[in-house]
């Protein structure tokens, strides 16, 4: 049985898997996107606007982020997934206000840090302008940012692009609720002039220090709020002249405060990020570990064909990979492989299910300590 949070930042919910620890730190470095589908279904499986894994690090981070779209595809960033895990580690590992995380994405590493009353900041890095980064064939017009004029359905719209490790199109707009997003949002994420295609927002700027934006997500739809896009938009907003560098930016599900530092470049964000629950997955939600132990089975010996990796025998995971495996996505250990597939062979559904219960009341325990100490 396999243990699971929901949390969200604003309405933008995640199932978050820890993966630090063995076995799951090999078992879900690269989750079937089948399965992430299954999970986020929210009338055949749990429901959420994607799924994320916590992983032991691998470069110079306190730990590594995967976050996997609905539909089952892999994004680079998400500053409200980021706030969620953050969230997360905080409810689990008892840590007090102002703890700091430094987490690997695809899109580099982020710092986040713990504030009061669940409160998350995250310093999002400096944002992509380059048209060949974000990427987007868009030209560079006089405000120094990708604009241009797109094509829909016979409607012509005023663009901008901005990348914050994925790409945003950001379309200013007199009133952000008379768009039918549900019509415009997908022709507008795939369109030619986004190569890997795009998030999309609607900006209403309210006053210069307070925006509105509505969102629809690259692989997801229609989301209550996207972290990275209200950076984007701050980004489009204030290179337009339509608002200063720091706003409050208002999204379906909450609001947001959204900084942009003269000095270093750097573009930051406050926000909430909350657990919904606590659960388990049945087998027939967890496919891949019976996939997992059928492979495991069939393994002998195998060797590492990789100049200066040693054969899986010769590696000593509880002395070599003690902060964490260092191969998760193609972990060197026999002997590891194996113990996993023991692990799975020789405890009942049970079994596993009262461990993973014992964990859950462990994460409550914390999550209560840590909520009484954010709250003074």
């Not at 023991?342 to 461990?355: I, Q, V």
Request: charged content about 20%.
């Amino acid at each position: 049985m396999l243990q699971f949070s929901k949390y969200h930042g604003l309405g933008n919910d995640f199932l978050i898997i820890d993966g630090r620890s063995w076995p799951a730190n090999f078992m879900f470095a690269n989750p079937d996107p089948e399965w992430v589908r299954h999970l986020c279904d929210r009338h055949f499986g749990v429901g959420a606007d994607g799924v994320i894994i916590i992983l032991s690090p691998t470069l110079e981070g306190d730990w590594r982020m995967r976050i996997f779209n609905a539909d089952g595809t892999e994004a680079q960033m998400c500053g409200n997934g980021i706030r969620c895990i953050s969230k997360f580690l905080a409810d689990s590992d008892k840590v007090m206000v102002g703890h700091k995380w430094k987490i690997e994405t695809l899109a580099g590493i982020i710092v986040s840090e713990l504030k009061e009353n669940d409160m998350i900041y995250v310093d999002m890095g400096i944002p992509i302008l380059s048209p060949h980064d974000i990427p987007t064939r868009l030209s560079v017009g006089q405000d120094n940012i990708a604009i241009g004029l797109i094509e829909t359905n016979g409607i012509t719209w005023s663009v901008a692009a901005a990348g914050m490790g994925n790409p945003h199109i950001v379309i200013p707009v007199k009133d952000a609720e008379d768009i039918d997003i549900e019509k415009f949002g997908p022709l507008l994420e795939e369109h030619f002039a986004f190569p890997t295609q795009t998030n999309v927002h609607f900006l209403q700027v309210i006053e210069h220090n307070h925006l509105k934006l509505r969102t629809w997500e690259r692989g997801v739809g229609v989301t209550f709020a996207c972290g990275t896009g209200a950076c984007a938009a701050l980004i489009v907003a204030h290179s337009l002249g339509l608002s200063d560098k720091e706003a409050q930016i208002d999204l379906p599900g909450g609001s947001l405060l959204v900084n942009w530092e003269t000095i270093d470049n750097h573009i930051s964000i406050i926000g909430s990020a909350k657990a919904i629950f606590d659960g388990v997955l049945t087998p027939e939600l967890t496919p891949i570990v019976s996939e997992v132990a059928q492979t495991f089975n069939e393994i002998e010996k195998v060797e590492m064909v990789e100049e200066n990796i040693p054969t899986f025998e010769k590696v000593l995971c509880t002395i070599v990979c003690v902060n964490g495996c260092l191969h998760p996505d193609n972990c060197p250990s026999l002997k590891a492989r194996i113990n996993v597939s023991d692990f799975l062979n020789k405890h009942s559904l049970d079994e596993m299910l009262a461990l993973a219960n014992d964990s859950i009341e462990s994460r409550l325990r914390a999550k209560s300590e840590t909520d009484a100490q954010t709250s003074i």
